[in-house]
């Protein structure tokens, strides 16, 4: 798995981690990973670009009425 080194972090920064992690129950450790991959996810303009390229993908195909499975199913 790869491993990320960040160098000189004052201390303060560290503390604060610190005081996070434990807020959370999480390792310090733990807790950067967990910012690292929150600040990692899609952006707004990332993911309209993902929805589209699925709305390309899927034009032209015909699906059924959701609805109507729903009330059959509530009807049985």
């Keep these: 798995m790869p491993q990320i080194l ?3 972090l004052d201390a303060g920064t560290v ?3 610190k005081l996070r992690a434990q807020r959370h129950g999480r390792s310090l450790q733990g807790e950067v990973k967990a910012i690292l ?3 990692a996810t899609f952006s707004m303009s990332e993911a309209s670009r993902v ?3 699925w709305q390309r993908k ?3 195909r015909a699906y059924s009425d959701s609805a ?3 009330r ?3 009807e049985r």
């Design 68 to 70: 109507e499975a729903i």
């Design 37 to 39: 991959q929150a600040a």
């Design 15 to 17: 503390e604060r981690l």
């Design 72 to 74: 059959e199913d509530r």
């Design 51 to 53: 929805a589209e390229g």
């Design 58 to 60: 899927l034009a032209g």
């Design 6 to 8: 960040v160098r000189d």
